[in-house]
């Protein structure tokens, strides 16, 4: 007789759930064993913690744009769920959480739902077998709709419960698309009033704005505008168009920061993840937002001129028909021109390095150059983040993935492994650092060597680990608070041999420590199929950017709030490369 659990299976199938990542135990056992795989039932994907399970979920939910899914067991294993649904709240991906709950509890989970009810857009314990596949339905539409984590706690004696008469995947409308708000015609014709009056445009995108990217640049074209992305956004357009300044953060690009300052109008296209504080003053600049719903916006209600809530792309499609080409393109050739002194200025930094250390800078900047089409770029937090942001160059058809707003380290490792499982089709490079691959990224490696048989014949899948022996973002920024940066590394990380530990674990793994062979380390491992740890030997003493301009003006407070240059005087870069 079919059971609750292996109707639960297929009612994930049938909403596009392909993988379930999570833990076993007595408590969750029986949808464990439901989840088979095919075209039944979603393939289970056990990791070696629960956080990394809701990581996973989160990174697939980011990457399929599709429902992520995780299972733990109760008790503590729910707790350790708890870190890795903030970050798919933080960043609104789709995720529905599925936690067990002990018998002996009563309620049997009253106090789970109580911890994940802080970070749930939709929250319930199901007590009954005849309740389950409402509670299902109603919670998947919820994260489907509002863009957040679902949580349902389900006791074992409702999973192993036959399945009431009727209860069956049928229930599930196939074609569910969430609700979409028509934006207002008189607030896109406020809005094109005052876009087209601009002196000194600029266009943000942001994550909930990435399927609108297209019309974003078309506005842009229009207007003569500089864009920027957010770091959630980091994909939705290819860096080589002229007048994309980079990523707009409290540590992004020091030419979209200059954007932001200078411009007179902007357009904030589903910039829900963007920082407020990085937004000029209401009196020298008028703001026009697109956002889905009047909640996500990120000002204070008053602060923009024109707020258009609806569908981005349906805003935009209206807007651009009443928007005027303008004919002084003084402030685009100003963009522009800034644009390239500092990607020039980035090329030389990365060209340049000091005794026998890697640059960390060349080593991102070498794998822009051998990036394979479609692949996926992901990073953790720390200065590999800063590398990604200055250095990396995506090309249409590439896709990038983080911990956006929370910012978790070691979330590249089990993001990865997620984007293997989720595009098996596409190349996947980890930027992570020592300390970050400490902090559980070695553990994940444990998981891509029990699939590696499945995974050895697929496109290359790369962790590249920045090895400083420093969690060296936190000692720039104590550099930068003190205005010196001569104080020693101060974050220390035991030294481990990252490629050794791989080797060992029976995974290919290559060492690099000479700055002449980073160009053709990457070439080789990029050639071969199948996943790969790549440890360089880096300088922990190369500054990001934002630190080398605060070790010399900024005072305690005021980290990484370095002033970028103006765009009105583009930086001039000279010399060359060291040999």
């Known amino acids: 007789m079919v059971n609750v659990a292996e109707i639960v299976a297929a009612r994930l199938r049938a909403w596009g759930a392909q993988r379930v990542y999570g833990v076993p135990a007595v408590e969750v056992d029986p949808l464990v064993g439901a989840l088979g795989g095919g075209p039944e039932a979603p393939w289970f994907v056990q990791a070696r913690g629960e956080e990394s399970a809701a990581l996973m979920a989160c990174a697939d939910a980011k990457l399929t744009g599709r429902l992520g899914c995780c299972l733990a067991p109760p008790g503590a294993g729910a707790l350790r769920l708890l870190g890795g649904l903030w970050d798919a709240a933080a960043d609104r991906a789709p995720v529905l959480a599925v936690v067990g709950a002990a018998a002996s509890a009563r309620p049997p989970g009253g106090r789970i739902v109580r911890h994940l009810a802080e970070i749930c857009v939709f929250c ?259 200065t590999s983040l800063d590398w990604w942001i200055r250095h990396l160059r995506l090309r249409n058809g590439m896709r990038a993935l983080l911990s956006g707003r929370l910012g978790m380290p070691g979330a590249a490792v089990p993001y990865a492994v997620a984007a293997r499982f989720a595009a098996p089709d596409r190349p996947v490079v980890a930027l992570v650092g020592d300390g970050a691959f400490q902090s559980g990224g070695l553990n994940e490696l444990i998981t891509v060597r029990r699939h590696l048989d499945r995974l050895a014949g697929l496109p290359p899948l790369v962790f590249c680990v920045l090895n400083n022996g420093d969690l060296n973002r936190l000692t720039w920024q104590r550099r930068a608070a003190a205005g010196d940066p001569l104080i020693p590394l101060s974050a220390e990380v035991p030294p481990m041999p990252y490629a050794e530990w791989a080797r060992l674990a029976g995974l290919p793994a290559v060492r690099c420590d000479r700055p002449r062979h980073v160009a053709s380390v990457w070439a080789d491992v990029l050639a071969q199929p199948g996943p790969t740890v790549l440890e360089f030997v880096v300088d922990g003493e190369t500054p990001p950017d934002w630190a080398s301009g605060a070790a010399r003006t900024v005072t305690a407070g005021t980290v990484g709030k370095r002033p970028a240059k103006a765009l009105a005087k583009p930086v001039r870069v000279s010399g060359r490369a060291t040999p």
């Open 124 to 382: 319930e314990e199901v007590s009954a077998p005849e309740l389950m596949g409402d509670a299902l339905n109603r919670a998947v539409r919820a994260a489907l709709t509002d863009r957040g984590v679902a949580g349902l706690v389900v006791p074992r004696h409702v999973l192993v419960a036959p399945a009431p008469d009727g209860y069956g995947a049928g229930a599930v409308p196939v074609d569910f698309h969430p609700p979409v708000r028509t934006p207002d015609e008189g607030d896109v014709r406020r809005a094109a009033e005052v876009l087209d009056g601009a002196g000194k445009p600029a266009v943000v995108v942001g994550n909930a704005g990435r399927a609108a990217s297209g019309q974003a640049t078309g506005v842009a074209e229009l207007l003569g505008a500089g864009v920027a992305t957010t770091a959630l956004a980091r994909d939705a357009l290819p860096d080589d168009l002229p007048y994309l300044t980079g990523v707009a953060g409290i540590l992004g690009s020091e030419s979209a920061a200059a954007l932001l300052r200078e411009c007179d109008t902007l357009l904030l296209v589903g910039a829900e993840d963007l920082d407020p504080a990085l937004l000029p003053g209401p009196d020298r600049c008028r703001i026009v937002t697109v956002d889905p719903e009047p909640a996500d916006c990120p000002l204070d209600r008053g602060r923009a001129a024109v707020r258009v809530n609806g569908d981005a792309t349906a805003a935009l499609e209206a807007l651009i028909p009443l928007l005027h080409r303008t004919a002084d393109r003084t402030w685009r050739t100003r963009v522009e021109d800034a644009v390239r002194a500092w990607r020039a200025e980035g090329h030389t930094k990365s060209s340049r390095y000091f005794g026998t250390s890697v640059n960390p800078r060349s080593v991102v900047a070498e794998l822009s150059e051998r990036l394979p089409d479609r692949a996926v770029v992901v990073t953790d937090s720390g």
